[in-house]
């Protein structure tokens, strides 16, 4: 595959101008200059395809990733003729969640190859079977750009972007005596505050031994952690993701992308808890799952990394499953919430995820709470 260049057009143009010149005048040094001009185009594109001819690329990179992370791509360019060398590569890599990227080889010798780098900051989530590799080169002359595309098996699986929302944050804090008097919270250990001398009475698994080891090596007595108070927090979740809207609000695929960051950074921040989650999407036919290790957050992952909107979600599909479960009801949408939170209004403990809040140029005040 070629294609002429601005100064390929030149050269060319300026061929056919001298040899149109040449046979009008009967000029034969016109003439004899428009076809070396046309020779020059020839061999220039002759040997800029011939450049191309039988290059290979080899890759290795990580199978599985994070949108907004840096990667790292080892590549190999093989050239396996025997006697051309080959000059002026520049490699292009295409691949999931928008991987486009690229470096550049100056030469790669004959019956040799030459190892290149690529660092890649992949924006969205994605997932595939193989990336494509671009070769071009504008060699020799700059006339014509030649190149070759070449797909290399290689899965990636890129996982969504990770936000967690700031209603998930707030909800410790905003719950009362009452409800923290609930069967469905228990207790759990506050934050590390700093280490304090041992009272009669304090339990063992408090004790730092390493550092009552040092302490009292150095003449000094046993040491404890001393804890923040206890928070307290849902023994369990139920995250609902849906698609539904009413009064003809707008569909916007990047909120759809902003959805799936919002429920992956709530369901990961809910695990760093170890809070049980019960994850139930239109997109998975409302096909629960229940998150309670890394293998079943593992699968989630993969999940939304190759996750498609459902464009046929009904209002009593999501008044169903909010039926279906009790307690602590999280309830994540692409759609503004002002088009469908009327259907939690019934539902005690739930907690709507606003994703408008996230919208370019908005600043994250307030929450929107069923």
Request: positive net charge.
């Amino acid at each position: 595959m070629s294609r002429i260049e601005t100064r390929g057009s030149v050269v060319i143009g300026a061929a056919v101008a001298l040899a149109a010149a040449g046979l009008l005048r009967v000029d034969g040094v016109l003439i004899a200059l428009g076809l070396a001009a046309a020779i020059l185009a020839g061999l220039a594109w002759a040997v800029g395809r011939w450049n191309l001819r039988r290059i290979d690329v080899a890759l290795e990179g990580p199978p599985v990733a994070q949108a907004g992370e840096e990667l790292r791509f080892a590549i190999r360019v093989t050239n396996p003729r025997r006697l051309i060398d080959a000059f002026a590569l520049r490699l292009q890599l295409i691949g999931p969640g928008g991987l486009d990227e690229s470096c550049s080889l100056p030469w790669v010798a004959a019956g040799s190859d030459a190892a290149g780098e690529v660092r890649a900051v992949i924006p969205d989530r994605g997932a595939g079977d193989s990336v494509e590799a671009r070769i071009t080169s504008i060699f020799p002359c700059g006339l014509f750009r030649f190149e070759r595309r070449l797909r290399i098996p290689h899965g990636m699986l890129i996982l969504p972007r990770p936000v967690v929302p700031p209603e998930l944050l707030e909800g410790a804090g905003s719950r009362n005596a009452g409800d923290r008097r609930r069967p469905g919270y228990r207790e759990t250990m506050g934050e590390l505050r700093g280490l304090r001398d041992y009272r009669p009475g304090d339990p063992a698994k408090l004790i730092a031994w390493p550092s009552s080891l040092r302490s009292t090596a150095q003449g000094g007595g046993v040491l404890v952690r001393e804890m923040d108070p206890p928070g307290f927090q849902p023994e369990r979740v139920v995250l609902i993701f849906h698609s539904y809207g009413a009064d003809g609000a707008l569909i916007r695929p990047d909120r759809f992308e902003r959805a799936v960051s919002l429920a992956w950074g709530s369901v990961r921040h809910l695990q760093s808890k170890r809070v049980p989650v019960v994850w139930i999407a239109d997109f998975e036919e409302w096909v629960p799952r229940e998150i309670d290790g890394r293998t079943a957050l593992g699968q989630l992952g993969e999940a939304l990394a190759r996750a498609k909107r459902s464009k046929g979600t009904e209002a009593h599909e999501v008044e169903a499953r909010l039926a279906d479960f009790r307690g602590e009801v999280l309830l994540v949408s692409d759609m503004p919430p002002s088009s469908w939170c009327r259907l939690t209004a019934e539902v005690p403990g739930s907690k709507v995820i606003d994703v408008t809040r996230y919208e370019k140029g908005l600043s994250l005040k307030g929450g929107t709470h069923a």
